[in-house]
């Protein structure tokens, strides 16, 4: 079973993208972050006749949105929402794992928390580590040790110093961070969550899903971070086989500034 986490930035504006990459990588499951489509206008029959019928989608307009698409069906769908807003950041399905017993996937997109990396000054940065402390909460109070389950999404924060270009550079910066690092690990202990790409790629290994519109040139700078994760459950660590992230969609037209992340479970 393959499934990616893509932020795709907009879905109608890179539905080419979609069916690309269902054409390279033919994942059976993609999550996607920042739709920014209300619902009902989501390109839902566009992404099924690409052969994805079966959908889960939280939109908005113009702003953030998840969606699951599965070639396979979903049951137990649903959304949550954090911090005392209705923001569309968490979407959630269960499907069958075959063998392995149902598979519960939480789509998140963690907020990106501005620029200045003080919860006093800073609104933004005060909502992502609230975010990150509620859905520490949460999945602490739903542990649960022989549950297959698997979080993925666009989560906002490279925690090691091989995640980012220059770890130096970039610890006053928001996305490294120590606190949101902090804020993540505790995230990750609670579950407990088994990082499936650092399963696979060595944590000594650089490694980037993520390249800012700002850079004139990303392949030449090559300043990116590894933004965008997707972690199991205990029982399916040792069902991970593969990871792909396909970097040369950054280079695609009119491309996200994230690109997509594939992992897949022997099922």
């Not at 908005?60 to 137990?76: C, D, E, H, Q, W």
């Not at 609230?130 to 999945?139: A, M, R």
């Not at 030449?220 to 199991?232: F, K, P, Q, S, T």
């Not at 660590?237 to 040369?248: A, M, N, T, Y």
Request: proline content about 6%; overall charge neutral; some cysteine.
């Amino acid at each position: 079973m393959k499934i990616t986490t893509w932020n795709i930035n907009s879905v109608r504006l890179r539905l080419p993208h979609i069916e690309h990459l269902t054409k390279e990588i033919a994942p059976d499951i993609i999550c996607l972050q920042e739709i920014k489509v209300i619902t009902d206008l989501f390109p839902g029959e566009d992404l099924a006749a690409l052969g994805y019928p079966h959908q889960a989608v939280a939109g908005m307009k113009g702003y953030n949105g998840v969606a699951i698409l599965s070639r396979l069906p979903l049951t137990k769908s649903g959304t949550k929402d954090w911090c005392g807003k209705q923001d569309c950041r968490h979407i959630f399905a269960t499907i069958d794992g075959g063998k392995a017993g149902p598979i519960e996937i939480h789509n998140f997109y963690i907020p990106a928390g501005g620029d200045e990396p003080d919860p006093e000054k800073n609104e933004k940065f005060a909502h992502k580590l609230q975010f990150l402390k509620e859905i520490t909460k949460w999945t602490k109070d739903r542990r649960k040790k022989t549950a297959n389950r698997v979080l993925v999404g666009d989560l906002n924060i490279a925690p090691l110093e091989t995640d980012v270009w220059s770890h130096k550079q970039l610890l006053k910066v928001v996305s490294h961070t120590p606190v949101e690092v902090a804020g993540l690990n505790k995230l990750q202990a609670a579950g407990p969550w088994i990082d499936a790409v650092r399963e696979i790629i060595p944590p000594e290994e650089q490694v980037f899903s993520w390249w800012s519109y700002r850079s004139k040139d990303w392949t030449i700078n090559d300043r990116g971070r590894r933004l965008d994760h997707v972690w199991v459950s205990e029982p399916l660590q040792d069902k991970i086989s593969e990871v792909q992230i396909l970097r040369d969609a950054r280079s695609w037209e009119k491309p996200s500034d994230h690109v997509p992340v594939t992992v897949t479970l022997n099922l």
